[in-house]
């Protein structure tokens, strides 16, 4: 059974390839291969889940030791596989989401003369999501990290003539690669400190405790905190979150899956997988739990000020990821909330993106809200499914967001002290924003009457609904947002699943879980009233004015792109071109300031040989003396 | 002075004649160094050479003593003094240094070499000496022959091919190959006619000229010069004096003897610099 | 008198020599002064033969002056030859050694 | 005695130089496949060497020993151990890509001028020339990898530098933005510039080399690094000193360290791409090879001494590096830089002294000469195809060459060493090892990562996406010849980087031996220590 799991992996990463090197003669078939062999992958994580199940909770942990990977010296890496109840959450995500967005796809880039590529793209990065949640050591999980990474990089920039898209991809994989930084330091550390990274022995397995709570709180703290790093710039936390947006320059079915699914959660997973650790050291947890805070009312306070509904999406996402990592700093109150909360939010944030993707498509490829408007009357699936997926997301009572989000909340209490408070109202204020912002899509979107005009061509956008191959994936999704969170919640049931992983507290919070739900009603009640009195009322106007001073200010995402660049870009441009110079007057001037001088002397020497036969004969004749000279001193000594 | 004197010890007299024809040797190497005139260094460096060979008759050494004089001061320094004949006889170069600090730098190098060497001598000064004595005891000549001819055979054959190859070597040097069949008289006498220009033999030189010299132009009826009226040789040689000048040099000559008698400084005579430079 | 003399005046017309040929720019009598030289070295030898009572020293000035003749001959031609082609027998002229 | 392989090994592309040279002028193409065949089949010599190299043998295998100037204890010896297999391999592996690029680079100009094409015709030499010169460099870069006696590896060492000199000066790109002329005068330029720097450097070494015999009364390493390590040869500490840094001196001019180093970009520049990868993917990597085999070996305690420094001087040239190519306009010199800062990282690897540290120097240096090898050539066929080494002049060829532009992206993220490629294992070995004894330098060299991404997607962003310009709309996508050249090569880097097991056990052994040379383990981890 265990050897399944490198299967998982080899499945996607088989259609990659063939996709990639098939080359042209592909072309025809190549989306149907990606999509079967994604699916194909699912089926595999279908039978290993079933298999688990029917295993007792305690040893649901399979382990594949494939090949030694990196065996120098003390330094042992291998290619080995660990599977236990997170992972598979997480395969079972990632292979049912993308399976349903390779079909999506089918549809989504028909038009596309690259489909084939691109599908093969989607099939790398599955593979490489699967390493990361598969991986048996930091060192490989490393690798399906920037692999994600590369994934994203390549699909980002799908479209890369636009020099926008080329920016973006750009963009996302360099701020990722500060938080590699957090992650190889983190290894290293781990490395030096325990002499090894691998699962089994750092976090401990099968019941026994592992080693890592053997280490000073110092040196978890610092390895702790490096981890949070890699979180941050996978998961778009607070500081590394500017990629995030110029994401959404990519495909809408890669905005759904990577940038709303799966990959942005890795940091969720590298922390929880992490627990181990991060529990040895109280300090990074609050660190961990504050950029958690601080990003989910960022991207809320962001998204309510797109008129671009991905990048309002985009927005969103960062916030629900904020809760995530919140959770996640909580400790063992949080972890499996966050995990919960991560699995019901892939479902409908996916949704809500597959929605918006087919809006687009109906829109020919129009992204501004404010040209929307009215659409619920053309695409009725669209907007149910939207619909259920606004729903979900703000947390209605009894779809998936409500029961996730809910505990999240409870839990950031449950921290007690004023810390808890702090944060817990945070997480409320954050529940208040979601209801307004995701209203407002909803209203700009499908109600109000029709407001686009013909496009630069002068043909007029007839929306239509999507074809099924998108409809599909849309309802299943719809399905997931609105029952999983309750099928999840219901006897605790993924608390109990999870909770040999992770471990589970429940802290004593100050205030009871029911007030907790009234006052998330309340202030859920309120955003969206807001936002009715805002957009549902009045006429939505089809130039955005020019908005209060949060407002300019949330639309350039609270200027933290131009405090990069102004500090980092141009900054780095400045460093950059003068030690240019430098290397090229300094260092290089050096030498042949060497070389000159020895020239002139040698010229300067030169006029000696003057080329008369007679002054020869006087160095001759003088030479003559000094050699008598030489002997007679000889012989005098 | 007897061979068995000179043989084992030195009389006074020898001491005599060292000291006065030393003198006379060195003056002379000193004039053979600082003569204008190349005829008279040559002359000079004669004297010296002859002096030699006088101590080496004092050194009982007949025989190179005769052959100094036969071979140097008998051919070589006629050689010399041939050579200096072609070169041209009035031909005299002042001892104007061109080069930069040469002459300091040789006079310095000079003096340092001379006294270091003849410190070295007095350093390395042995008081007694043994005598030719028995080594010429049966003629110095028989000596030298029976070392040339047993130990030294090889040497000596060595250097007479030395002089073969320096004659050959002389004549292949001054030697120049006639590219075309010299002219016969008639020859010439056709080309004079159809050029067409002196059919008449070329004036005489210094004719008309007030100085009836070889080396003087003699004046065209016009009165101005004409190089043709000198030997070509001494056209060569740049060595044509210029009538108009004449008296003035003939002056200047006098001024300068006067002033070389009251020894200052030499101002030169404006042909003798022509001279000159023709000479390098 | 002790025959060291002669050797004291060998030197001396040697370095005289010496000394010539590096101040005079003619030819013809740098070439005396390098007889000069040769002759100073054979007055040495002869004396020194004298003083070890053997005939090689004046065996080797006999040589030298053999290799004197030579050199003479083949040097006079040089200088006949260099006059010649630039109507000039100074030795500055000849300065093509330089660069 | 037995057949002496090594020798073999050098001495047949020595051969084949001569061969090639030979050709007459005519038959330009069958000199291209002979010098083709001649450095297959030492690439099978090389394997050969690799077969019967027993891992766990003694320390220097294959050895070969005659005496050659028996005055000064100058012995022709030959040995090789775990690294100078795996960079003669290397090596050997690498020539014959780099001559089937450099295929058409040495061909009679085709312009309209008579007498050129008259010269086409017939007597046009260089094109022999070229590829003679290039056995002849991997012959001296081969022996050099293979000599234990210092003299020998000092006459290859210099030597190297002459075909080197013609290579680089007598060979450009056929196209320069600012005409044939202005080349020329640049290749000069650099050709000589890459002259001086290594000959300083050479003289500077056979001072030491001297010194060494002095002191030693040999020029044996094995003898001298015997005698060192159990004590019965003692150098004055001072002694010692000069000696090291009279070779390390050497060694990183060649490498290049920082601030030895802008000879590199002028001949990677000017030079064909075919060449530049022959300087950076072979003839450097003797520099960092010989840091290891005879700095450490002979002059344990000096090595000791300098690190500090060196590890200062490495880490400036990681940033400074990478920082430099960001802003390079050239693509060649773009890549340049680049190896300016991965050479500082393979410096770091070895003189952190600890066996993660040099086995991934040691795996870092064969990598590099792969990704380099793949990326630079794309590179040139990108620059054949324009006629232009400017950045600016590209955009959009992934759109017309897609195969060209997906290669060229795998080079360049095996250059930034992204994980699952061959360059990220050693890369991070070096940076293990040198953090668990240097956590601050370790750290800094860490940034180095996010330049490399960043120069590497600038430089791909500019020429590869984007609008495409008129001038590229043009352009052919591969030819079957390149894609010969660089299949093989990718293909080699995504198993190395998978699978880099077989190098680092042949390697292992050999930096073991090393460390003890040098008398350093490798630190305990907090946790045990703390046990």
Redesign the interface.
């Known amino acids: 059974m265990e050897n399944l799991i490198a299967l998982l992996i080899a499945a996607p990463l088989l259609g990659a390839a063939v996709l990639l090197v098939g080359g042209r003669r592909l072309d025809a078939v190549g989306h149907w291969i990606g999509t079967l062999l994604s699916s194909v992958s699912f089926v595999f994580g279908v039978i290993l889940f079933s298999d688990l199940l029917s295993r007792d909770a305690e040893d649901r942990t399979l382990t594949q030791h494939l090949f030694s990977w990196i065996p120098v010296g003390g330094f042992q890496a291998d290619v080995a596989f660990r599977l236990d109840q997170l992972s598979m959450t997480f395969v079972l995500l990632i292979t049912g989401v993308g399976s349903l967005i390779h079909l999506y796809s089918v549809g989504y880039m028909e038009h596309d003369e690259r489909r084939r590529r691109f599908f093969g793209y989607l099939n790398l990065f599955l593979a490489a999501m699967l390493l990361l949640v598969l991986a048996d050591n930091y060192l490989l999980l490393y690798v399906g990290w920037e692999g994600v990474g590369l994934a994203s990089y390549l699909l980002i920039g799908f479209w890369q003539h636009k020099p926008s898209a080329a920016t973006a991809a750009k963009k996302a994989f360099l701020v990722n690669r500060v938080g590699d930084i957090g992650l190889s330091i983190a290894i290293m550390l781990m490395f030096t400190t325990f002499g090894t990274f691998a699962f089994g022995p750092l976090l401990g397995a099968e019941g026994e405790p592992g080693i890592a709570g053997d280490a000073s709180e110092g040196r978890l703290t610092a390895i702790a905190l490096m981890l949070l790093l890699a979180a941050c710039g996978k998961s778009a936390q607070v500081p590394l979150q500017s990629w995030l947006g110029d994401a959404m320059e990519g495909p809408t079915p890669v905005s759904a899956l990577i940038h709303a699914a799966t990959m942005v959660t890795a940091g969720v997973y590298l922390i929880v997988r992490s627990a181990a650790i991060f529990n040895g050291a109280p300090d990074a947890q609050l660190v961990v739990t504050v950029v958690g805070a601080v990003t989910l009312l960022f991207g809320a306070i962001v998204g309510c000020a797109k008129d671009d509904i991905k990048k309002a999406l985009a927005g969103s996402t960062m916030s629900q990821i904020g809760y995530m990592v919140l959770a996640a700093g909580l400790g063992p109150i949080g972890y499996v909330f966050a995990i919960m909360h991560l699995v019901t939010h892939g479902f409908f944030k996916a949704g809500l993106f597959l929605g918006a993707g087919s809006v687009m498509h109906g829109m020919n490829d129009e992204v501004d809200m404010r040209k929307y408007g009215g659409l619920r009357k053309y695409m009725p699936i669209t907007f149910v499914t939207f619909g259920l997926g606004y729903l979900a997301i703000i947390g209605f009572p009894g779809l998936s967001g409500f029961f996730s989000k809910d505990k999240i909340i409870e839990a950031a209490f449950a921290k007690g002290g004023t810390e808890g408070w702090i944060l817990g109202g945070c997480a409320l204020l954050g529940a208040a924003i979601t209801a307004y912002y995701m209203t407002r899509v909803m209203l700009m979107t499908f109600f109000g009457e029709k407001r686009w005009q013909p496009d630069a061509e002068g043909h007029e956008p007839h929306p239509h609904e999507s074809p099924r191959s998108m409809t599909i994936p849309m309802i299943v999704l719809a399905f997931g947002s609105v029952f999983a969170g309750g099928f999840f919640s219901i006897g605790d049931r993924f608390l109990h699943w999870l909770e040999p992983v992770t471990g589970h507290s429940h802290g004593d919070s100050p205030v009871s879980a029911l007030t907790v739900t009234l006052a998330t009603m309340v202030v859920l009640v309120v955003g969206v009233a807001i936002a009715y009195a805002q957009y549902g009322r009045r006429p939505v106007p089809i130039v955005a004015p020019r908005g209060s001073l949060l407002t300019r200010a949330a639309r350039r995402d609270l200027f933290q792109d131009d405090f990069n660049h102004v500090v980092l870009v141009r900054g780095g441009e400045h460093l950059t071109r003068s030690l240019v110079y430098v290397d090229h007057t300094l260092v290089d001037g050096v030498v042949n300031g060497t070389a000159a001088s020895v020239g002139g002397l040698s010229g300067r020497l030169?006029r000696v040989?003057?080329?008369?036969?007679?002054s020869?004969?006087?160095s001759m004749?003088g030479g003559a003396a000094v050699l008598i000279a030489a002997t007679l001193l000889m012989r005098a000594v | 002075m007897s061979a068995q004197l000179a043989a084992y010890s030195?009389s006074?007299g020898?001491?005599v004649q060292?000291w006065v024809l030393?003198t006379v040797?060195?003056i002379g190497?000193?004039c053979?160094?600082f003569?204008k005139r190349?005829v008279h260094?040559?002359l000079c460096?004669a004297g010296?050479?002859i002096v030699?060979a006088v101590?080496?008759l004092a050194?009982?050494?007949y025989?190179?003593g005769i052959?100094?004089i036969v071979?140097?001061t008998g051919?070589?320094m006629m050689?010399?003094l041939f050579?200096?004949m072609?070169?041209g006889v009035t031909?005299a170069?002042s001892?104007k240094?061109?080069?930069k600090g040469?002459?300091w730098?040789?006079?310095v190098?000079?003096?340092g070499?001379?006294i270091l060497?003849?410190a070295g001598?007095?350093n390395a000064?042995?008081?007694e000496?043994?005598?030719?004595?028995?080594?010429?005891a049966n003629g110095?000549v028989e000596?030298?022959a029976a070392?040339?001819f047993t130990?030294?055979v090889f040497?000596?054959e060595i250097?007479g091919a030395?002089?073969i190859?320096?004659?050959v070597?002389?004549?292949v040097?001054?030697h120049?190959e006639r590219t075309e069949r010299a002219k016969t008289q008639r020859e010439l006498a056709e080309l004079r006619v159809r050029e067409g220009k002196h059919v008449p033999p070329l004036p005489a030189p210094g004719v008309y000229a007030r100085h009836n010299a070889v080396d003087i132009q003699g004046l065209l009826p016009d009165g101005t010069p004409s190089e043709l009226t000198v030997s070509k040789t001494l056209r060569?040689?740049?060595q044509i004096r210029d009538v108009s000048t004449e008296a003035m040099n003939d002056l200047k000559a006098l001024e300068q003897r006067a002033e070389e008698r009251l020894e200052r400084a030499a101002i030169e005579p404006p042909h003798l610099k022509r001279t000159e430079e023709?000479?390098? | 008198?002790?025959?060291?003399?002669?050797?004291?005046?060998a030197?001396?017309?040697?370095?005289?020599?010496?000394?010539?040929?590096?101040?005079?720019?003619?030819a013809?009598?740098v070439?005396?002064?390098i007889?000069?030289m040769l002759?100073a070295c054979?007055?040495a030898f002869?004396?020194f033969?004298?003083?070890?009572?053997?005939?090689?020293g004046?065996?080797i000035?006999?040589?030298t002056?053999?290799?004197?003749?030579?050199?003479?001959?083949?040097g006079?031609?040089?200088?006949?030859?260099l006059?010649?082609s630039r109507?000039?027998?100074?030795?500055?002229?000849?300065?093509?050694?330089?660069? | 005695m037995s057949f002496p392989l090594l020798t073999a090994t050098a001495a047949l592309p020595a051969i084949g130089a001569v061969l090639t040279a030979a050709v007459p002028a005519a038959r330009r193409n069958a000199a291209k496949s002979l010098a083709l065949v001649f450095s297959l089949a030492t690439l099978a010599l090389a394997i050969v060497v690799l077969v019967r190299f027993d891992p766990d043998g003694g320390r220097y295998q294959l050895t070969e020993s005659h005496s050659w100037i028996a005055d000064f204890g100058v012995r022709y010896e030959l040995g090789v151990d775990g690294i100078g297999v795996a960079l003669v391999v290397l090596t050997a592996l690498l020539i014959p890509f780099i001559i089937l690029a450099g295929w058409h680079d040495a061909d009679p100009l085709e312009t309209g001028d008579a007498s050129l094409s008259s010269y086409a015709a017939g007597r046009w030499r260089p094109t022999q020339g070229f590829f003679a010169l290039i056995l002849a460099v991997e012959a001296m870069v081969i022996i050099s990898f293979e000599a234990t006696d210092v003299f020998v590896f000092y006459i290859f060492f210099e030597a190297m530098l002459i075909p080197m000199y013609f290579l680089i000066g007598g060979f450009g790109d056929r196209a320069h933005e600012h005409g044939e002329e202005a080349a020329s005068t640049q290749r000069s330029y650099a050709a000589v510039k890459f002259l001086l720097y290594n000959l300083v450097g050479g003289l500077i070494m056979l001072a030491a080399v001297i010194g060494l015999y002095v002191v030693a009364g040999n020029f044996s390493l094995t003898e001298i690094a015997e005698a060192r390590a159990n004590g019965t040869l003692d150098m004055a500490t001072n002694t010692e000193r000069w000696l090291f840094l009279g070779f390390f001196f050497a060694f990183a001019v060649k490498a290049p360290l920082w601030p030895l180093h802008t000879w590199l970009p002028n001949a990677m520049g000017e030079s064909t791409t075919p060449v530049a990868v022959l300087i950076t993917a072979v003839v450097d990597k003797v520099g960092t090879f010989a840091m290891l085999r005879f700095c450490l070996q002979l002059f344990p305690e000096a090595s000791k001494w300098a690190t500090p420094a060196i590890l200062v001087l490495a880490v400036i040239s990681i940033i400074y590096g990478a920082l430099l190519a960001v802003g390079q306009r050239d693509i060649k010199r773009l890549v340049a830089y680049a190896s300016i800062s991965h050479f500082g990282f393979i410096i770091l690897g070895i003189f952190a002294m600890t066996s993660q540290g040099q086995s991934g120097a040691t795996l870092y240096m064969v990598n590099h000469g792969i990704s380099t090898a793949a990326l630079m050539l794309v590179a040139g066929f990108l620059i054949s195809r324009r006629g232009s080494r400017l950045i600016a002049d590209y955009g959009g060829v992934q759109k017309v060459a897609p195969v060209l532009a997906g290669t060229f992206l795998i080079g360049g993220l095996a250059t930034l060493s992204l994980p699952g490629l061959a360059p990220f294992v050693s890369e991070f070995l070096v940076l293990v090892g040198t953090f668990e004894r240097y956590p601050a330098i370790g750290i800094v060299a860490t940034f180095g990562i996010v330049l490399a991404a960043l120069y590497t997607l600038v430089l791909y962003q500019r020429t590869m996406t984007g609008p495409v310009k008129p001038e590229v709309s043009a352009m052919p996508d591969l030819r079957a010849r390149e894609l010969l050249v660089v299949a093989p090569l990718i293909v080699l880097l995504i198993f190395l980087g998978v699978y880099p097991k077989p190098v680092t056990d042949i390697v292992d052994p050999a930096v073991k031996q090393t460390l003890s040379d040098v008398h350093k383990k490798d630190p305990q981890p907090e946790v045990e220590a703390a046990k």
């Open positions: 030169r040989q003057n080329g008369f036969a007679r020869y004969a006087v004749f | 030195t006074t020898e001491a060292f030393g040797a060195v190497a000193l053979t160094v003569m190349a260094s040559a460096l010296t050479m030699l101590f080496y050194n009982g050494a025989f190179l052959v100094q071979v140097y051919a070589i050689l010399f050579v200096v072609l070169v031909a170069d001892l240094e061109t080069i040469q002459r730098l040789a006079l190098s000079g003096l070499f001379g060497l003849i001598i007095g000064s042995l008081t000496f043994s005598g030719l004595a028995e080594a010429n110095n000596g030298l070392l040339i130990k030294y040497a000596f250097t030395l002089l190859t320096a004659t070597g002389a004549m040097l001054t120049r060569e040689r740049g023709a000479s390098k | 008198m002790n025959p060291v003399n002669y050797l004291y005046l030197a001396l017309l040697f370095t005289i020599g010496a000394t010539g040929v590096l101040i005079r720019r003619n013809i009598v070439f005396m002064c007889e000069l002759n054979n007055l002869v004396t033969s004298r003083m070890h009572g053997n005939l090689d004046q065996i000035a006999f040589f002056m053999v290799v004197a003749a030579a050199e003479v001959v083949v006079l031609a040089i200088i006949v030859s006059f010649r109507h000039s027998a100074s030795v500055d002229d000849a300065s093509l050694m330089k660069l």
